[in-house]
């Protein structure tokens, strides 16, 4: 993968600012790790209250920061004035999603005037190496109009 | 789409045992309102803190709903001793996710021996009519084994 | 799903000469038998020379007739200046692809301006009801601009 | 991501055999140029009898190498007596594939006793370097019984 070179040099800034925006981070208790151009960790440690039937964490849980991940990603490339919004998202389930803390990569495989594509890895964290638990590949879409953001694609 | 008959006659108790063991449905305030042979609703009443930097609910979130859906839709069809594992899913985000609350429909479009293919469509309500802002397409796989269960797929 | 009212009076027209372009088309047998406003079906005769190592149809193939089938679905729709790009699909496959013909029947799930979400499903037919083979969730794109064409999305 | 090893010492010869049964593989003119464990390498010359309206090779047709790619880069690590069929795909298009030839590469990602997960890049070469004009995330199922490939999953 090549370096990529952001057209916006405060794009840390511009994507903290966002990511603090999203409340729900706040409410599953992930943090954002890493921001460099074209790469966004987010991190969330284990939590009971968001698992699933067998007590690993929901899959749509690991998707929502796989999510986030790919959108600020993508977003860290962007001109100054566009805003992100996801497109769509395949998401592959490779383990079960237990272990202290869930680690979320995202990186830009092709960026695009108005469409980027990104990809995602989710890892298990306990003490020391991650074990795979997601793969996602998105898309993402630059919209420069607020009523375009309202409006959706 | 044809008419399921279960294999189990006690699908829908062991559906609704299966989703209050989903805490992650407890925390974001998610109910089941229908369970029918291939065919399960998730309600999600709207909450602030769910959203992401728009105002809207994350799609993680919605996606949270639309795989339990599919989940569910899926082991309403399976073999009593069954648990059902999520393989992977694709979701495509058709408007942002607004309104008083979202509904979470998922059906089974092809049932197997191990794997059953389903898909939802997640809309927005607020008064009266749906408004569409996502859809699933996703592969789900019976496990016979507890053991199965802890390695995952 | 709603009746839609295409941009383009001439629609039917565009699609069937952009489909006489598509060069594979003829190379793999496969032809276009209907033409409605955001619905498009394609049929394939089975052949020997497009299967894979069991004899059925190769899954690439069963993806080509679908990926045109919701291509131009999109594009029956869109303003008549644009071109239609594929940007990503999914498909899931059902079940073997064998029969007499295969028949892609792609539809617009939710036009836009710049994106157009469509799924397809494909069936399999022998003399009488068609048997579901694959089903395809895809996100399709309006370019308005002729270099835009050539340089992807 | 980690050196595999294969369970079958012969994986290499199922291959080939598997992929010369291909017919398909012969229609297009598509050739293995590479069989490694986890690791599968299919090429194709551009061809105009394969294109879509603009030109390009359409993009079912870089799906059916890519999914032959990932499939035989599943089936490189299964048991001698397992067959490999595909259970879904998702395929992001990331540039119009023209150019000399198109070469797929597919990787497992996670191998499984049921199922793998793979991915395929498939760039466009001309005389240098590839430019990458396709990226599949794949689900494949390692079947035991002949029944069963018939059936499907």
Redesign the interface.
């Known amino acids: 993968m090549p370096g990529f070179v952001p057209k916006d040099p405060r794009f840390e800034a511009r994507v903290r600012a966002?990511?603090a925006?999203?409340?729900?981070m706040?409410?599953i208790g992930a943090s954002l790790t890493r921001v460099a151009p074209g790469e966004i960790v987010i991190e969330l440690p284990f939590r009971?209250?968001?698992?699933?039937?067998?007590g690993f964490v929901?899959?749509?849980?690991v998707?929502?920061?796989?999510?986030?991940a790919c959108g600020y990603a993508a977003l860290s490339l962007m001109a100054p004035e566009a805003?992100v919004?996801?497109?769509?998202?395949?998401?592959?389930?490779?383990?079960?999603a237990r272990g202290e803390r869930l680690v979320a990569r995202g990186r830009v495989?092709?960026p695009?005037r108005?469409?980027t594509?990104c990809?995602a890895d989710v890892a298990a964290h306990d003490r020391g190496a991650g074990r795979?638990v997601a793969?996602m590949?998105a898309?993402l879409?630059a919209v420069h109009d607020r009523a375009d953001?309202?409006?959706?694609?």
């Open positions: 966002s990511f925006q999203q409340r729900v706040d409410t009971e209250d968001l698992t699933q039937q067998h929901h899959a749509g849980i998707t929502t920061i796989a999510d986030s805003a919004l996801t497109v769509e998202y395949k998401v592959s389930l490779l383990a079960p495989l092709k695009g108005t469409l594509v990809w795979p793969t590949l898309t879409m953001v309202q409006a959706g694609t």
